[in-house]
């Protein structure tokens, strides 16, 4: 059974870090083809994805905001972790975090977790 | 970056109709490696269909996806109550980032 959560703080203030911790169970990030990616959806817009990290090491992130994103993992943990520096209000979204086998769309998605950045 | 572009915002339809949902990319999706994605309120998105054209496990047959290229349909055959949604595809062929449409909302009409 496959399973992600995402944790993290609820709330942050601009300017600061945040760092989101997703933790997985049914799969190993260590199998050809799989992958992870951080999906965001601010309050009734549409979905954004962000970043994605597979079972190579190799990372992808978004083109607008690639300069504030980092994405790891740590396969032995199963886990994979984002940060985004300079929070903005418009950074107050769910972030979601999801699960991909290569050339076969996202599959399994994490609950979500609302972050609101406000001073 | 490849943009996606989703029509029409809104499509209003009764039980039983037929939903014809458009994507279309600013260029040419590597492999055909478009997805549609329904999500309700409160809820993740799921999955429906990969690679244009295939469904996802799961998935009733009345949902099904056509294109390549630039241009994808994504086509409900007859609407259910539960298939009132936001539909949203996405490309995952660009190393420079694996982006989203707007989405269609389908509502009832």
């Known amino acids: 059974q496959v399973t992600l959560r995402e944790s993290g703080p609820a709330l942050v203030k601009p300017t600061q870090t945040l760092t989101l911790t997703c933790t997985f169970s049914?799969?190993?990030?260590?199998?050809?083809?799989?992958?992870v990616s951080w999906i965001r959806q601010p309050p009734g817009k549409a979905l954004e994805w962000l970043a994605l990290?597979?079972?190579?090491?190799?990372?992808?992130?978004s083109t607008s905001l690639k300069t504030r994103l980092t994405i790891s993992k740590d396969t032995s943990k199963n886990q994979v972790v984002l940060t985004m520096t300079n929070m903005d209000p418009v950074d107050t979204a769910t972030y979601y975090c999801?699960?991909?086998?290569f050339g076969e769309g996202i599959d399994y998605w994490g609950q979500g977790t609302l972050v609101t950045v406000s001073s | 970056e490849i943009v996606l572009t989703q029509s029409p915002g809104t499509l209003s339809l009764s039980p039983g109709e037929r939903a014809t949902l458009s994507c279309r990319a600013s260029?040419?999706?590597?492999?055909?490696?478009l997805a549609w994605y329904q999500q309700k309120p409160g809820q993740a998105p799921r999955l429906l269909i990969y690679?244009?054209?295939s469904r996802a496990t799961g998935i009733p047959d009345r949902f099904s996806g056509s294109g390549s290229g630039t241009d994808f349909t994504l086509t409900i055959s007859r609407l259910e109550p539960e298939d009132f949604a936001v539909y949203y595809c996405?490309?995952?062929?660009?190393?420079?980032?694996?982006?989203f449409g707007p989405g269609t909302k389908v509502d009832i009409k």
């Open positions: 999801a699960r991909m086998f």
């Open positions: 690679g244009a054209s």
């Open positions: 049914g799969f190993s990030l260590s199998t050809s083809g799989m992958c």
């Open positions: 990290i597979d079972w190579d090491d190799d990372k992808y992130y």
């Open positions: 996405q490309q995952y062929g660009s190393s420079s980032g694996f982006t």
């Open positions: 260029q040419s999706v590597s492999s055909s490696y």
